[in-house]
């Protein structure tokens, strides 16, 4: 880690602005449904703050767009940190503004402080300057521990850190050091699982994962994008006609560099995506013309397990089908069940992914969820992190 750490800093008597990813899932009632995230951050605030520090912390929770909206306020995630922290969590109702200031500057030691949706000011997602400045002016050094942004150049990742010494939390440094391993030093067998919708969403790692990855499984809706480029009828299952061209070319370029590409051999079909539904089993080249795909097949199955079952580096991202609903869960269901039996190297990320780890009970039995999906994508793709590169260098 070549970025400052905030195990580096001289904490003691100093007021700390720590950026978490605190987007947690709420329900209809708007109440947290998956307090993964703040357990995730509790390691570095605990250490800042028997460090002898006191804390303001921020964060972003849903898309509000630059306006307040009061079902996304920070009031249930500042009960529930306080639950699980053991101690006082003061939650302002606003982030920036002469009011916050005033509060922050009457904080002692060890005094910990949530501040409003940082996405109630537009500026935030514009990194506007002054806005970033009046975070900054709340602390004497800043920490960045939401890895889950680290791909997103605003005000409360990016731009504070131009104010102030900007160092990487303990969750921070952890996910890049996961992620970094699996780019340059993944041990082979090395395979990749992707699922879900879009394949606009991975075209940038399967093409940085070609020349690394022994198997690259695709299943979920992606699929029948790269179906449909190698001709074959795929009904009305979920299709990006603008990505077919890309699809064959990377399908192209796997052959040139030994990577295995494996597509599904069979699938669950039906007329509509709903519980209850009737579904059959079809061969690849078989999905009627009023049906669509909404899960992999047994042939499929039992293909890409046995693929998960020689690697000793697997990275998952993305379900094989519409695991939601429980007729069309049995692929996703397969492979997480594979990756937990694994004596792989397991990385898994993406939210819908850990979502279904969560659904079948699986989550504490892989070796490592990272809590970040798009920044970890982005950064398997190869792209530099905008909330990384703005850390301060321990130099």
Known sequence: MRKLEVRDLDLENKQVLMRVDFNVSLDKEGKISDDTRIRAALPTIRYILDKGASLVLMSHLGRPKGEVVERLRMDPVAHRLEELLGRKVLKLDDCVGSKVEERVKKMGPGEVILLENTRFHAEETKNDPQFARGLASLADVFVNDAFGTAHRAHASTVGVAKFLPAA????????????????TNPKPPFVTVLGGAKVSDKIGVLLNLLNRCQDILIGGGMAYTFLKAKGFPIGKSLLEEEKIKEAKKIMEEARGKGCNVLLPLDHLVAREAKEGVETRVVEEDEIPSGHLALDIGPKTIELFVRSIKKANTIFWNGPMGMFEIEDFAQGTRAIAKA?????????????????????????????????????????????????????????
């Open 339 to 395: 990756l937990a039996k694994s004596r792989a190297a397991v990385v898994v990320g993406g939210g819908d992914s850990i979502a279904a780890l969560k659904k079948m009970g699986l989550k504490e039995k892989i070796g490592y969820v990272s809590t970040g999906g798009g920044a970890s994508l982005e950064f398997l793709e190869g792209k530099e992190l905008p909330g990384v590169a703005t850390l301060s260098n321990k130099s």
């Open 168 to 183: 990487a939390g303990f969750l921070m440094s952890k996910e890049l050091e996961v992620l970094e391993e699996i780019l």
